[in-house]
């Protein structure tokens, strides 16, 4: 196998972190081309998206039995349900931020630690005021996650797999929706108490406290570093960051401004992502996340009361605490089922992401997420086992467009589409404004259920999905292909995105 020798010449991290060992036939030695230390990274910040997922999630689980044990109201459920959306709408932007400024292996760390203090403050809540604290204060921690994992990711993966292995990470979202909803299941199904729901946050305890061990021995981001004028000890990390057997590089020796000095991509003041060149990038990783998140919460945590609630279950009357958690246990199996669409529309997401490019998986997606609401309003219309049947599908359809395209295409796009230097506040902006949907959906959900019905809801966020498109394709900027250096020059001159990707357009209807 070939190997840098101590004469190459200076180049950039991204160079760096795409070269791969050849044979001496010139084949390229593809195979274990991640390093022990990428995987531990992909892992780690797999872990955070799987914990958030499982939180956020559980809290629609968990709901009727708060309900029951603190006697709240329709307006202090929907304050529970919109608590943690509201934490991550200002941790995203207020603490993803500061990876900008601090770095993005303090703030990932920084993060997890955040957030298990909360979790724990959660399962001892004494009442609705300290369950709210605590709930706001998870979800900032899980909103600095939101850009801080992603770029941890990014800025340290090929860009041929780049995509991929943000999309897998964030796949672990619904893995962690599909967790909680077992966990639910699981506890309510052995036992027969109001207190139950503090078991289901706390099973998350461990686990958590496992990520904040190894986030502590990961790297630092090399482009991070470089573009602060770091260079040794962005060549120390990167050395690390690429460390295998056999070796390989040997030497790392990294160009000093890499092509991050411009005056497009040198700034870190936040008014830079809302004036040219970058307003466009925000408006597509800000506006579509944001309509998105309409559908994603609203369905998402709601689906085992919207299931109660259509088709009704034996305990519907029974107000005993053994009625409440039948009630609940109930909408939760049924919700199993349908969130199991998650992750088979992220496993398509995966595959798909790089053949058909981040727009088009959008578009498709938010249309795919139309049809599927309209379906399930329509169940209204009818009784017995037509009306199951129409819910299901139609929810069933749901989850897997919304992963297929705007869940995780929305995600992946908000880490792509700004410069090195803005990136971790970019994406925050970006998780902040989606969140704002979140958090609207989340409080006023409860209260037009019982004010509007089910049909009228579901028909309203089937228009959200619809604008969703239209949005993403009239300010689309396609990132398929591009490393994050030519995104950090994509205002400078036409991207070459290379032989290998050819078959990718160039970024599109940039202003």
Known sequence: MSAHDSAVPPASVQSYLDEVPTWRDGTPATAGAMTAMQKRIWLLASAGKFLEGMIVFMVGVALPLIIDEFGLSSAQSGV???????????????????????G??????????????????????????????????????????????????????????????????????????????????????????????????????????????????????????????RVDEAEYELKRLLARRPQYPTTVTLTRHDGSGSDATSTTDVTALFRRPWRRSTILASVPWFLQDLGTYGIGIF?????????????????????????????????????????????????????????RLQVFGFLGCAVGLVIAAASTLLDGTLQIILVFVGFMLFNLMTNVGPNSMTYLLAGEVFPTSLRGTGAGVAASVAKVGAVLTAFLFPILLDAWGTAIIVLLLAGTSMLGAFVTWTFRVETTGLSLEDVDRMHEAPVQTGPAHTSQPAPTGIS
Do not use: K
Request: neutral net charge; contains cysteine.
């Open 80 to 102: 529970v349900t919109a608590a943690p959306l509201l934490g991550i709408m200002v941790g995203a932007s207020a603490l993803g931020g500061l990876s900008d400024r601090w």
């Open 104 to 229: 993005r292996r303090q703030m990932f760390l920084a993060e997890m630690i955040l957030f298990t203090a909360f979790l724990v403050g959660v399962t001892v809540s004494t009442g609705f005021p300290m369950l709210v604290v605590c709930l706001i204060g998870m979800g900032l921690a899980l909103g600095c996650d939101y850009p801080t994992a992603h770029t941890m990711i990014s800025e340290t993966m090929p860009t041929t797999i780049r995509g991929r292995g943000v999309l897998a990470a964030f796949g672990f979202q619904a893995v962690g929706a599909l967790a909680g909803t077992l966990v639910g299941v699981i506890i309510l199904g052995n036992r027969d108490e109001l207190s139950d729901w503090r078991w289901m946050f706390g099973v998350a305890v461990v686990p958590s406290v496992l990520v904040i061990v190894g986030r502590l021995f990961v790297v630092q981001s090399p482009h991070w570093l470089l573009g602060t004028g």
């Open 303 to 359: 689906t085992p009361t919207i299931i109660a609630a259509t088709i009704g279950t034996a305990a519907a009357n029974d107000s005993t605490v053994s009625g409440v958690v039948a009630d609940d246990l109930h909408g939760t199996e049924g919700a199993v089922l349908i969130d199991a669409f998650l992750l088979i529309g992220i496993v398509l997401a995966i595959y798909l992401v790089n053949r058909f490019g981040r727009i």
